[in-house]
């Protein structure tokens, strides 16, 4: 629907004719025809007296599908692309609530890799003092039953402690590369949705390059602890019982499609000079 078309309803709503409104806004009645069969636009000034009139937002008047959208003038446009005060307090909110989230598992994942690096620390020590028996094992003289224990068996049997050592500590340096990547995931994604909460507009080059960053980590995270665990297989001939995950890749292809949505955001901004949320809500 366009702008002459949403200013006929209004008008024909409020019960009201063309000469009527032309005088409530100190213009003639051809002014207000014109504006009705999409022959001219009015200036902002106009559009802004016609939501006091009919009691109504820009939005009403003005649609996000107007087609001939660039032959409105640079202050119309900037007002198209904002949000109204709901909306704008909503993604906010959302935003912050986002925001808050990141950071606890920021907070998370770095708190689990300095616990598996204590653990890799104390691994030598746990190994030398670690017995299997045929259905339980002994660490530090407490005894745990176990159920796979012919595993276990098989792999204490068939490795020396070294190699166990160096087995493990090479898990445990997958596993807090692993950590370390979630951490800066997270934190970025934190910082992103700082950016998007303060800013006038989430679509800005900051917030892409932030995008990307998030991006190239979750690949590294849903790559390198496969990849490794398939490197450790082949090379200690022990069963990890490691599976392609198609729904970590499907996650980065997400975030790639969300990448290029904020690009197309940011461009389409920069062509309108316009921003999403208005200064009065900042």
């Known amino acids: ?26 213009v003639s009645r051809q002014s207000v025809s014109k504006w009705e069969n999409g022959n001219a636009y009015p200036e902002m000034n106009r559009i802004l007296e016609l939501c006091k009139i009919f009691n109504c937002n820009i939005n009403d008047i003005i649609t996000e599908n107007i087609i001939d959208f660039n032959s409105l003038d640079e202050e119309v446009k ?25 950071k606890i598992g920021s907070i998370g994942a770095l708190v689990a890799s300095i616990g598996i690096l204590l653990f890799a620390i104390c691994t030598p020590m746990i190994i030398n003092n670690t017995k299997v028996y045929d259905d339980s094992i002994k660490i530090y003289g407490n005894e745990f039953s176990i159920n796979e224990i ?37 934190k970025y994604l934190s910082k992103l949705f700082i950016n998007i909460n ?19 980590l979750l690949i590294g995270y849903s790559i390198i602890p496969e ?18 995950e198609s729904f970590n890749f499907i996650f980065v292809l997400i975030m790639i499609c969300i990448y290029y949505i904020f690009d197309y955001g940011h461009q389409i901004q920069l062509d309108s000079k316009g921003a999403i949320y208005g200064k009065e809500n900042e």
């Open 1 to 26: 629907m366009k702008f002459g078309e949403n200013l006929y309803n209004l008008r024909k709503k409020a019960n009201m004719s063309q000469e009527l409104l032309a005088e409530k806004l100190d």
């Open 78 to 102: 900037m007002n198209v692309v904002k949000f109204n005060k709901e909306k704008q307090a909503k993604l906010k909110l959302t935003s912050k609530i986002i925001s808050i989230l990141s």
């Open 150 to 186: 012919d595993q276990v068996k098989e792999i204490f049997t068939n490795n020396s402690n070294t190699e166990l050592i160096i087995y493990s500590i090479s898990i445990c340096s997958c596993l807090i590369v692993t950590m370390l990547l979630l951490y800066f995931a997270f």
């Open 198 to 216: 303060k800013e006038n507009s989430p679509f800005t080059l900051d917030n892409l390059k932030l995008i990307k960053k998030i991006t190239y």
């Open 227 to 244: 990849l490794s665990g398939y490197i450790f297989q082949l090379v200690t001939k022990i069963d990890m019982g490691i599976e392609f």
